[in-house]
């Protein structure tokens, strides 16, 4: 079946600096969703991507869907602590069910 | 009410015992989805609701697992003779929805951490 899978599992981040996670897929997607789930807290909704190339904006977050819609990645620029938490994509096929990757645990270093 | 709401938040069942976890979806939310989510994982489907239809129940892990949505609004999971591996945060979800419901945001509740001892 499908499979979602995400690196790096741990990021940890010095205060200020960039990363990126990335996200592939082994089925070509119709599109993509990542949200950000704080420590105790349930998944968030930040975005969503449906074409293929297309980069979005959210502040300091750069999200990207790739050429062949199998991956996809989150960039994020002068880390601040708010952003301690665990990003997850979560790629849809075709007539299937969304499914979630194992997530990105970041961890932020003041 | 603003948001899913989930309950019990925590349910600690002895072996073998049966429980019902619930799910309050976003008024107006055609689309109402259950997860389960192990330490450390992320979340595995388990089932999807359109209004009252279940339209996809292929993630639920066994015959011990049953979900239900009869009016469309609120959803029961209901998990009989529970077993040590059935411990995880259960997470509903709900969208806007309808025949693209997988195409919508999902908005998450708080979970029912359950465990099995």
């Known amino acids: 079946g499908q499979q979602v899978m995400q690196i790096p599992q741990y990021q940890h981040v010095q205060e200020g600096e960039d990363f990126t996670t990335y996200c592939n897929s082994s089925?070509?997607?119709?599109?993509i969703q990542w949200y950000k789930q704080r420590p105790g807290g349930h998944p968030v909704f930040l975005i969503q991507?449906?074409?293929?190339?297309e980069v979005k904006k959210q502040k300091r977050l750069t999200f990207q869907f790739g050429e062949a819609k199998k991956n996809s990645s989150l960039h994020i620029t002068a880390t601040q602590t708010t952003d301690v938490g665990t990003y997850f994509c979560a790629g849809k096929a075709a007539g299937n069910k969304l499914t979630f990757g194992g997530g990105t645990r970041v961890l932020v270093k003041p | 009410g603003a948001g899913v709401s989930q309950s019990p938040r925590y349910k600690v069942a002895k072996r073998g015992q049966d429980v019902a976890l619930r799910c309050d979806p976003i008024?107006?939310?055609?689309?109402l989805f259950w997860y389960q989510q192990a330490l450390g994982q992320g979340p595995e489907f388990l089932t999807y609701f359109q209004n009252e239809a279940q339209l996809d129940k292929s993630g639920l892990p066994s015959d011990r697992f049953f979900a239900e949505r009869p009016e469309g609004s609120v959803s029961t999971l209901k998990i009989q003779r529970t077993q040590q591996e059935d411990s995880a945060v259960y997470l509903c979800a709900s969208s806007l929805g309808g025949t693209g419901g997988f195409n919508s945001p999902l908005h998450f509740g708080n979970g029912t951490r359950l465990t099995v001892t």
């Open positions: 991507l449906v074409k293929s190339g």
């Open positions: 089925t070509t997607l119709s599109n």
């Open positions: 008024s107006g939310h055609v689309s």
